[in-house]
């Protein structure tokens, strides 16, 4: 069964740091595009980033560069998101989704992903 399940959401003081972390379970990493996207309340999803199939070069909302990094660990199969300089309207429910054979730009129309996980939590206090 194919799932991808995010984790490493936490409290974190504003000016921290954070890894997340999307594992993907029942396909490998590499053969399909996987984004970080994140929602704050009240607010409308935003795209973080995201890692074509194969490919290395991540594309990164322009507001994300910088602070934010994604890695893919394929002998994890996991693609990480290495969060810096977190402040609290980084606050959100940060997601990953996968879609097979994307490329790095997959994630810019939704309905190209195929597969979407929960989601997990961080807070910034300031």
């Known amino acids: 069964q194919i799932q991808l399940e995010e984790s490493g959401g936490d409290l974190v003081q504003a000016g921290g740091s954070l890894t997340l972390s999307c594992a993907a379970h029942?396909?490998?990493?590499?053969?399909?595009?996987i984004a970080w996207v994140r929602q704050a309340p009240g607010k409308e999803r935003e795209v973080i980033s995201c890692v074509g199939a194969g490919d290395d070069d991540p594309y990164y909302t322009d507001s994300m560069k910088g602070r934010f990094t994604v890695t893919r660990d394929i002998a994890k199969n996991t693609v990480d998101l290495q969060m810096n300089s977190l402040q609290p309207e980084d606050t959100a429910v940060y997601t990953c989704?996968?879609?097979?054979?994307?490329?790095?730009?997959?994630?810019?129309?939704?309905?190209?992903?195929?597969?979407w996980g929960k989601g997990t939590l961080v807070t910034v206090s300031s």
């Open positions: 989704a996968a879609a097979r054979g994307g490329t790095r730009l997959a994630i810019l129309y939704y309905s190209a992903m195929d597969y």
């Open positions: 029942g396909f490998t990493v590499e053969d399909y595009a």
